[in-house]
Structure formats: C-alpha cells, structure tokens
C-alpha cells in the first residue's frame, strides 16, 4: 500500500474521472489524492514536483484526454502510456528528437511494474508538446517520428519530473480528437467524457 497521486490538467477531466467524487483509497489499499494543474508542459511539471514532494505520493498517474496519432484509434478509446517523448523538442545532434539534452531519449513509464490490468487495455506511446494537433499531416509524422499512437501536452514533462525525483510515473490517456475523424469533435467528446473515463475508473476499482 502507498499514495497515489492522479494529475489531471484540467477541472473537467477530473470531473469526468471522479463523477462521484474523489475516493479515498483505491480497492487496494492506496491512498489517492488529486491535484488539477492546468494546461501544458510548465503546468503539469510543477503539479507533477508538489505531488512528489509536498504530497509525497508514491507514484504519479497522469490521466487525461489526448489526440489520435494513430489512425486506428477511435474517439473514447482508452490507451495506456507504453513510452513517453516530446514532440516539439529538437536538441540537435547527438541528441534524438524528443530528447531533452541530458536526459534519456525517452521515459519509460513504471505501470507495468505494479498492475496486471492493462491487459485489457490499448497499449502505445504518447507524445508531448504545446500545441494541439488538428492535422492528419502533423500527426502521422508524430506517430512516425517517435512511434506513438497518441499526442498530449502533459504526459512528458510529468515522465521528466518523477524521473528526476524518484518516483514512479504512468500516464492513461482517452481519446478525445482524431485529425482523421473531424465527425467526430472535440467538443462532442466532453457530452459523453463521464461515460469514455469509466474504463479508468474501473481500471483501478475506484467505488462509484
């Protein structure tokens, strides 16, 4: 047993995650706190170092919404973080891109390490970067370029942060926008965002 904290970077995601209102304690036995941190990278970095300092938490789980790189992918489809890049950061060489001068090319999140459940759930990398991506040429290059499936602009600097301190890091990620479903927008995402985040809720037994 330990603390989790859930970092989220807006209100309404954390409203469509916690409908009922925020659980003390996962069925295991964690304590669980939550903390909103904006939206972005310089947001979700300073949340992400509170949680590990402050809070103490033992581990970060970034959850949210991001964009469909992956074309398969479909609006609600929930997909569990298997590796963590910046999209928008170039270095030059030696350095890859996505990788901060310095730091690993890329950060592996700990969620296999201790949960079984993401069998049963879509696996792939995430991309971070402040922008949002609205075209099908931008985000097949994303997926290309750092073999993603997904893009975002938290889960990144948050991976950096718990690198730096320590602790262990996973982001989940529902898919809110696709550049190659525009029928599908953004907006009508939020109409049904309590019913797409109930695979996370279950995910780790949280009581309704």
Known sequence: MGKVGVLVAMMKERSALFPYGLPNKTLSGDDVICRVSGIG???????????????????V????????VDPSLSIGDVLVASRCVYHDVWCGKPNQRGQVQGEPAFYQPDFF????????????????????????????????WY?????????????????K????????????????????????????AKEYFKPIRDLFLWEE
């Open 113 to 144: 390490k201790w949960s079984d459940a993401i069998n049963s759930c879509l696996i792939g990398g995430v991309a971070t970067g402040d922008c949002f991506i609205e075209d099908m040429l931008a985000a097949g290059s994303i997926s290309t």
């Open 165 to 192: 301190t320590g602790k262990d890091f996973s982001s989940i990620r529902v898919i809110s926008d696709s550049p190659y479903k525009q029928v599908q927008t953004y907006e009508m995402f939020w109409v049904k």
């Open 61 to 68: 789980l970034c959850i949210g919404c991001a964009c469909a």
């Open 147 to 163: 073999n993603v499936r997904a893009a975002d602009m938290e889960s990144a600097a948050v991976a950096q942060t718990c690198f």
């Open 41 to 59: 990278k310089a947001n979700a970095a300073v949340t992400a170092y509170r949680m590990c300092m402050e809070d103490e938490v033992d581990r």
